[in-house]
């Protein structure tokens, strides 16, 4: 389909694990965007890419998480020595233009990381 | 301070009855975009309905329809006529034309739709 897809869908982590989560945007998106969402809550944002520039990545919870777009298409989120408190549904969204109040934000089907 | 508040975790309402979602937002811009979305038990986001802070009229995308009360910041959504597919989590959220590249999510109501 034409839709964002994620891989893995499940990734499960012992602590201290490295793991990497691959989002590829719809075909010619400009921004990608990845969250965070806890169980039973809200997607929290982590960062967000124009084209191959990271614009924002503030809301990336320590420096054990990195995320990279460097052709400006596929993007991983790598975390580092993993934690229990990573286990989190990882989403990704692409939109078509520079990220703007009104854009539409197409989000994949996330990857559920289960850490142990 | 909470950006966006959804004071109710759960709802439910009786198939082809109208509900209504509660989201208050907290911001200091005078630019920004609200949002509603719907996540199924399967996990996927999707998009419903979108208000801007300057649209003088409320949004309706079919069934939903957004109530927006600029004064007493409230976005609240509202469903006419459930179905059964209704039922899922629905989150509302805010961009912020100073920071559009970050969306600020609430923790969502569980909406059951019974037949």
Redesign the interface.
């Known amino acids: 389909g034409a839709g964002v897809s994620q891989s893995p869908r499940y990734k499960v982590a012992k602590r201290g694990q490295d793991v990497a989560l691959r989002c590829d945007p719809i075909s010619g998106h400009v ?1 990608l ?1 990845w ?1 965070q969402q806890a169980l ?6 982590l960062t ?1 890419f ?1 084209n191959e520039a990271q ?2 990545k ?2 990336l919870p320590s420096d054990r998480f990195f995320a990279e777009r460097p052709e400006g298409s596929v993007s991983t989120l790598k975390i580092q020595r993993t934690q229990q408190e990573d286990s989190a ?1 990882y ?1 990704c ?1 692409s939109s078509q233009d520079r ?12 990857t ?1 990381l289960t850490v142990l | 301070a909470q950006k ?1 508040t959804q004071t109710q975790p759960g709802m439910f309402v009786q198939e082809k009855e109208a509900v209504t979602l509660d989201c208050t937002y907290d911001t200091s811009d005078q ?3 609200l949002f509603w ?1 719907k996540q199924p038990s ?6 419903l309905i ?1 208000q ?2 300057y649209d003088e009229q409320n949004a309706t995308e079919g069934r939903y329809s957004l109530n927006f009360q600029k004064a007493r910041k409230s976005a609240n959504l509202v469903i006419s006529a459930s179905q059964l597919g209704d039922s899922a989590m629905y ?1 509302c ?1 805010m ?3 100073t ?10 109501t569980t909406l059951t739709v019974k037949p």
């Open positions: 921004s965007f969250y039973g809550q809200g997607p929290e944002f967000y124009q614009l924002d503030s809301g549904v989403l969204a990220a703007q109040v009104y854009n539409e934000q197409f989000f994949g089907p996330g559920r | 966006i630019s920004y975009g979305y399967s996990g996927e986001m999707i998009f979108y801007g802070s989150f959220a961009r912020e034309n920071n559009a590249g970050k969306s600020t999510f609430g923790d969502g």
